[in-house]
């Protein structure tokens, strides 16, 4: 079993920054894949970035340039930068760990809200 612990989310005005932080414990596979992905109130989860053990990257476009996700593999960790928030960035984010076909588990999620 793995557990996720994101940390990082608060209230910023438009423009801010924040920097989101996750953590996985328990059997964590190597191999894994590991990304940020939010939502907000009455829309669907949706892709924010992910990356894999191996360091290649995936952003959604409305992302692109914006946020950065980055890894720490010897501690079971995945950071999202979040620079230039918009108001439309607002929502729940949450952390997911995943091995292909093995395993995938999510965060409790933390609130990120851009005031404009």
């Known amino acids: 079993q793995v557990q996720l612990v994101e940390s990082g989310g608060g209230l910023v005005q438009a423009g801010g920054s924040l920097r989101l932080s996750c953590a996985a414990s328990?059997?964590?596979?190597?191999?894994?894949?590991m990304g940020w992905y939010r939502q907000a109130p009455g829309k669907q989860r949706e892709l924010v970035a992910t990356?894999?053990?191996?360091?290649?990257?995936n952003y959604a476009d409305s992302v692109k340039g914006r946020f950065t996700i980055s890894r720490e593999n010897a501690k079971n960790s995945v950071y999202l930068q979040m620079n230039s928030l918009k108001p439309e960035d607002t929502a729940v984010y949450y952390c997911?760990?995943?091995?292909?076909?093995?395993?995938?588990?999510w965060g409790p999620g933390t609130q990120v809200t851009v005031s404009s």
């Open positions: 997911r760990l995943t091995v292909a076909g093995i395993s995938d588990y």
């Open positions: 328990g059997s964590v596979f190597s191999g894994n894949t």
């Open positions: 990356k894999t053990s191996h360091g290649m990257s």
